[in-house]
């Protein structure tokens, strides 16, 4: 496993010895619309990710929508249309799709050549008792690769998308981001998951990777 990965990322490092356009001015990427950064965003098919593609490409953004091999896109489509049913059907057209079966890091590589901003949204939510493994390994796991393989590929930008499910309870009012958590006070793994997946986050911008979490 650990070959492979290391494999990986010497391929992404390849990337910045072959592609040069990622260097270039402002005014050149107006006239070559191909040279614009692209961006990537993960959990493309769901109700956040789907508003995330939508205003990137309004914004004039180049993006990768990462999706499962067996979604269906017809739902963004929809969505497109409803948001702008004059050009919408255009800016659907203008998404590059990527299939990655989360967690196949291989899949997840291949996706990040090319890319300059990460925004992942990709995350399970369920507060099934039965569902904790896959809620720590689609919602924690997953972000860590995301994290790694990232930084790996020289990404300028990850924002991740987070929950308020992750914030500490506080005994006090409302609890924010500042609520401090405490041992034995989450209420879900739902919750756990994603609180573990923001320490990820946290630990890809003390390594240096510029980084943000939003919530949802």
């Known amino acids: 496993m650990y070959v492979c990965r290391l494999l990986l990322c010497q391929r ?12 270039i001015g402002r ?18 098919t769901g109700i956040v990710g789907t508003r995330l593609v939508f205003d990137l490409l309004k914004k004039g953004k180049r993006v990768r929508a990462l999706k499962r091999s067996g979604s269906d896109t017809e739902f963004v489509h929809r969505v ?19 299939d990655a079966d989360l967690p196949d890091v291989g899949a997840l590589a291949d996706a990040l050549v090319g890319i300059e901003e990460v925004y992942h949204a990709a995350a399970l939510v369920s507060y099934l008792p039965g ?19 990232s930084a790996d ?7 991740h998308i987070s ?13 924010d981001e500042n609520t401090s958590r405490k041992k034995g006070t989450q209420r879900s793994v739902y919750g756990l998951s994603k609180y573990l997946a923001e320490r990820e986050v946290w630990r ?3 390594e240096g990777m510029p980084c943000i979490i939003d919530g949802e």
């Open 12 to 23: 992404r490092r390849l990337w910045h010895w072959v592609a040069p356009f990622r260097r």
């Open 131 to 149: 569902d904790a493994e896959r809620l720590m390994k689609v919602n924690t796991a997953v972000t860590t690769d995301m994290v790694n393989l």
């Open 204 to 206: 890809g911008a003390a």
């Open 80 to 98: 497109f249309r409803f948001y702008d049913p004059e050009h919408g059907g255009s800016l659907f057209g203008k998404i590059e799709w990527a």
């Open 153 to 159: 590929a020289g990404v300028k930008k990850f924002c």
């Open 27 to 44: 005014a050149d990427q107006e006239i070559y619309p191909y040279f614009r950064a692209m961006v990537l965003v993960t959990g493309s």
């Open 163 to 175: 929950s308020v499910a992750a914030v500490g309870h506080s005994l006090k009012g409302l609890a």
